[in-house]
């Protein structure tokens, strides 16, 4: 590690305090600004060393954002990020620099992340000249490891990337992010788009990757069954808020926010004996532009009751380290009877 | 299968494409049937030629560099031997097609009224007033609130759901005998996914169309489908009912491709992550005739049969076809 200060034992990788991300709109005929979207309104999370958080939620929900916060790529409007108990949103981009080589991403498209002209030799390496982390000789080695750790052929390295399919390009990708030696990888939609066979040998991959080299892991994605499979704990965001973030046997046993119960019974399951009691959400996402007053969640809620419309819950611990942001679950006593035994029922 | 005559019954289509790189052999040699009223689930991973098959169906492939040869009867008919304005009564008529991507099928400088209704004007002669009424009639069928207000609407004043539904109600204008759905849902969000399958069920029971559902989701296929064909390089390696291929797959492909489906509960069962079964390889390529199996080459059971002899799609169980050398021997081995 680069930086002087040794972090503090039991320091999280990475900690996201109250982040805000704001995106100004400009209209009228001075193009002046009119508004905001919202994307990101006060997201707190951890990650521990050699950990795997999934930002899981539809589009719009701001779980790339974040990721893209984290990653500095464009300033944020309010909260904290820090990095081995440091803060980085606030550093100059020189001051960021040596920081930059320890948080890596992988993006959703591998078709338009590699540079088509290129050879794949160049693509590794660069990020490990930028640094100046190796040359000559030993950087064709450096590279040659990394193909090995992502299992494509060394000679690979003198190909394009139009060689080469989406999960083989994917492959590349991770190579690219592992160069420097970094210990945060975003892995934002990686799997995406990728077909289900060679959707689970990247899968698999990310999970060897993460126990041979301790990796830690931001995955964004909205596939719940992939995230299932590969995370630890779960993050679930809906119109910029956290509404429920658990371990994923909890998150996953038994969801408690309405919402993460209405997600999950909403992924089709692959067997056709299985008759399941859904929760359909009615309506769309209203826009980030304008949310909702009181729980964002209110418009398409099943147990919506008055005070949701007025008042915002906050995300709180509600047992077994789960944090819920429902009004269901605080003050029993002034939630409608009948709200509460639908919400137990279903 | 039913005793009467199928909807649609494609025998042996093969659509080959002519490129400067050589013939790319997209479907090569397919046959199904659909009967009346039934969902037929087409599954299969990008390149394995079901939306070539659709698109053939449609006769939407443009020819040269496309090239159509076999049967698609339609009722009896061979649409491959139909003229193209023989074809432009079908089409949108008889049979509708609903497309993935619900941003780039919709023109977005006419109003969704307009859209359906023209489907309307020239498939029945009416005219534009009434049109616009049965615009607005379709709107309500697929649950578009306010459907007076929208129909005056243009496709960027909607959400990507609302116009799948817009898409929806333009396939079912015109009350068609089969409706073909490519990947009608995967652009979509999983909560506008379980809205918009649900209404497709629910327009299934009350308009009686058959569906022909393309998809690469195993678990939409599983909801939707009463019978499934899976596909894999241009060719139908398994076909049987919903129950038979999910509960009991012969073929080493899907038997890999639903190893490969992560499932949702898999925390449930283990107290780690678990690994996902991998089917190793690539999809062989399309521009060079295949010799034996086409799955040989990823194939865990390969033998030298199969890389010398392309199987015969068989009956392998009761309403269950296989093309695979192995397939009784596969099913024993699970």
Redesign the interface.
């Known amino acids: 590690m680069s930086n002087s200060q040794t972090p503090a034992p039991g320091t999280p990788l990475l900690e996201v305090k109250g982040l805000k991300k704001h995106f100004p709109i400009h209209g009228g005929i001075l193009g002046g600004k009119t508004g905001n979207v919202f994307a990101v309104d006060g997201v707190s999370f951890d990650i521990k060393r050699g950990e795997t958080l999934s930002l899981v939620g539809?589009?719009g929900c701001g779980k790339s954002t974040v990721g893209k916060a984290v990653l500095r790529l464009y300033p944020i409007t309010d909260g904290e990020v820090l990095l081995d108990g440091r803060r980085i949103d606030n550093l100059s981009a020189g001051e960021l620099r040596p920081l930059r080589k320890r948080i890596q991403v992988v993006f959703q498209d591998p078709f338009s992340s590699l540079n088509p002209r290129q050879k794949l030799r160049d693509i590794i390496a660069e990020p490990i000249i930028n640094f100046g982390l190796a040359s000559g000789s030993e950087l064709d080695d450096r590279v040659g490891d990394l193909l090995d750790k992502v299992r494509l052929p060394r000679d690979a390295m003198y190909r394009y990337p139009h060689e080469f399919?989406g999960?083989q390009r994917q492959r590349i990708a991770i190579a690219r992010a592992l160069a420097p030696g970094s210990d945060l990888i975003i892995c934002d939609e990686a799997v995406s788009a990728l077909?289900?066979?060679?959707?689970?040998?990247i899968?698999?991959l990310l999970?060897d990757l993460q126990d041979e080299l301790g990796l830690t892991l931001l995955f964004i994605s909205?596939?719940?069954?992939?995230v299932?499979?590969?995370?630890?704990r779960v993050a679930v965001m809906y119109l910029g808020k956290m509404v429920e973030m658990a371990d994923?046997?909890t998150l996953?046993?038994t969801p408690h926010h309405p919402y993460t119960r209405?997600?999950?019974?909403?992924?089709?399951?692959?067997?056709?004996?299985?008759k399941r009691q859904?929760i359909?959400?009615?309506g769309?996402?209203p826009s980030p532009i304008n949310p909702p007053s009181g729980c964002r969640f209110h418009t398409r809620c099943p147990f919506v009751f008055d005070r949701c419309k007025v008042d915002e819950p906050q995300l709180r611990d509600v047992g077994m380290g789960r944090m819920s942001a429902c009004h269901l679950d605080v003050v029993p006593d002034t939630v409608p009877e009948a709200n509460r035994q639908a919400a137990v029922a279903a | 299968m039913s005793s009467s005559a199928p909807l649609l019954e494609v025998q042996n289509l093969q659509t080959h494409f002519g490129t400067v790189d050589g013939v790319v052999r997209a479907v090569e040699g397919v046959s199904f049937h659909i009967n009346a009223g039934e969902t037929l689930g087409v599954v299969g991973?990008?390149g394995c030629g079901k939306s070539v098959t659709a698109m053939s169906i449609l006769r939407l492939i443009s020819t040269p560099p496309g090239k159509m040869a076999g049967k698609i009867l339609f009722k009896g008919t061979n649409l491959l031997e139909l003229s193209e304005p023989e074809m432009q009564a079908i089409r949108g008529k008889d049979i509708s097609m609903i497309f993935q991507e619900p941003m780039t099928s919709l023109n977005p400088v006419l109003t969704v009224g307009r859209q359906i209704g023209e489907t309307v004007m020239l498939h029945e002669g009416v005219s534009a007033r009434d049109a616009e009424q049965r615009a607005v009639e379709m709107l309500t069928l697929v649950g578009i609130p306010a459907p007076g207000r929208r129909v005056r609407e243009y496709p960027h004043q909607l959400?990507?759901?609302?116009r799948q539904r817009v898409m929806i109600a333009m396939a079912l204008a015109c009350s068609p005998q089969l409706l073909v759905a490519d990947e009608p849902t995967t652009a979509l969000?999983?909560?506008?996914?379980?809205?918009i399958?649900?209404l497709m069920r629910d327009l299934e029971t009350r308009v009686g169309a058959a569906i022909m559902l393309i998809t690469?989701?195993?678990?939409?296929?599983?909801?939707m489908?009463q019978r499934v064909i899976v596909m894999y390089a241009g060719r139908k390696v398994e076909e049987g009912t919903?129950?038979e291929i999910?509960?009991n797959p012969l073929h080493p492909y899907t038997r890999?491709?639903?190893?490969?489906?992560?499932?949702?509960?898999?925390?449930?069962h283990e107290?780690g992550?678990?690994?996902?079964?991998?089917?190793q390889g690539?999809v062989p390529s399309l521009r060079k005739p295949i010799i034996g199996c086409a799955f040989a080459g990823r194939c865990p059971n390969v033998t030298d049969v199969c890389r010398q002899m392309a199987p015969a799609i068989e009956l392998k169980a009761p309403n269950h076809l296989v093309a695979c050398h192995y397939a009784p021997r596969v099913a024993v081995a699970a």
Not at chain 1, 222 to 226: G, P, R, V, Y
Not at chain 2, 273 to 279: H, M
Request: glycine share 8%.
């Open positions: 539809e589009s399919s999960g077909d289900v066979s060679v959707k689970a040998q899968v698999n999970s909205h596939d719940l069954a992939i299932e499979h590969l995370t630890h994923r046997k996953f046993s209405a997600l999950l019974s909403a992924v089709p399951v692959p067997d056709p004996t299985v859904r359909i959400l009615r769309d996402v | 991973e990008s959400s990507g759901g609302m969000d999983v909560t506008i996914q379980a809205q399958l649900e690469h989701d195993l678990g939409v296929v599983a909801e489908a919903a129950e999910f509960l890999g491709l639903m190893g490969s489906m992560p499932k949702l509960g898999s925390s449930l107290t992550r678990s690994k996902l079964t991998e089917i690539q």
